[in-house]
């Protein structure tokens, strides 16, 4: 059977374009209580062979933007180009063969395999939509046995089932499966955050060896600061639907422009015991994070912010830029108030 590829648009990306490029997202659901805004106006870009993290407090939309993105989900408004692909135009054929390019790795790695299966089994689940990736039993053998060393599992795991492997082992046999299909985009959902600290480690350095080797692309979904300060190459910042904050990673950890990622920032827990950060480190968040059936006016976060003030419950804060010497992007953030802002 002849391999299925995606055929162009017209708007298919030049060489250099983004991987991903979204643009003025919004998505919204209803329910007897209302209408809830999930997505505010979304933009991100993910270029080739980078990891862009997505960090913010549950209920922000982190996970709805990683189903939108995964075509799990269509948005009301805005744009999503894949490749310089829309891939809610795509139908039929094309559609299957884009669903290849983006895959997911899960933050439970025991619930998102099949108890039932062996590694085997799972690793080769994929192929028996996408039929034409491994047309035969003699290729998908070899290709297990391969997908196996490139997580670092041994070629006698493919006949053991999940409850036989560690918590690492089963996330590394959720990292094979979606690499099965040779993905350009993983999306990976908070995928250490249910494993032990040293076995972490482990993962996040297999998924930047990865990277490196197959020059896959991440978004790394994540409310570990500390882990995403060491995967990714961008952050973006996400408050009740809403991007706040952009830019490199180093700017935004080391030179926040909102008050809310410096609030973020000052909790992330710390190795340092000298004492010197002290309690004037810590940027207390008042109250509670509102509901998204009931998003305040002007800044979002006007009720939590200690730099509030009338202009902020007025209107919607202004984008601000910081230029990054250097730097091949701004460094971005809605506030009306901002941190800091060169120049």
């Known amino acids: 059977m002849p391999e299925t590829t995606l055929e162009r648009t017209p708007d298919a990306a030049p060489s250099g374009a983004p991987l991903l490029d979204v643009t003025g997202v919004r998505k919204t659901f209803r329910s007897g209580r209302g209408r809830l805004t999930a997505l505010d106006g979304v933009d991100l870009r993910l270029g080739r062979g980078e990891t862009l993290g997505l960090v913010g407090e549950s209920g922000c939309g982190k996970s709805t933007l990683a189903r939108v993105l995964l075509r799990l989900e269509r948005p009301d408004a805005g744009t999503v180009r894949f490749d310089g692909v829309d891939p809610f135009a795509l139908r039929g054929r094309e559609l299957l063969a884009w669903r290849r390019r983006v895959q997911m790795v899960f933050q439970d790695p025991f619930a998102s395999l099949n108890a039932r299966m062996s590694a085997a089994d799972i690793i080769g689940e994929p192929w028996r939509t996408h039929r034409d990736v491994q ?54 959902d908070e995928p250490v955050s249910a494993l032990d600290l040293s076995v972490q480690a482990q993962v996040l ?7 490196r080797r197959l020059g896959v692309s991440y978004v790394f979904i994540s409310h570990d600061l500390s882990v995403v300060r060491h995967v990714a190459d961008r952050v973006t910042v996400m408050y009740l639907g809403k991007v706040i904050e952009h830019g490199r990673t180093e700017e935004v950890f080391d030179r ?60 919607a804060p202004p984008l601000r830029t910081r230029v990054v010497d250097g730097g091949d992007e701004p460094h971005e953030g809605l506030c009306h108030f901002p941190l800091e802002v060169a120049g």
């Not at 350095?205 to 990277?211: G, K």
């Open 256 to 315: 926040p422009l909102h008050p809310y990622t410096a609030a973020l920032l000052s909790a992330a827990p710390t190795l340092d015991v000298s004492g010197e950060a002290g309690a004037d480190r810590e940027i207390p968040l008042r109250g509670e994070i509102p509901s998204p059936f009931d998003i305040p006016s002007g800044c979002r976060f006007r009720t939590r912010c200690w730099k509030a003030e009338d202009r902020c419950r007025d209107a």
């Open 135 to 188: 047309p035969t039993a003699q290729a998908r053998q070899r290709r297990v046995r391969e997908l196996l060393d490139l997580v670092g599992l041994r070629e006698g795991d493919a006949h053991r089932h999940p409850n036989e492997f560690s918590g690492g082992q089963r996330q590394r046999l959720g990292i094979a499966r979606a690499l099965a299909l040779e993905p350009d985009l993983i999306v990976c």
């Open 205 to 211: 350095n297999l998924l930047a060896d990865l990277q």
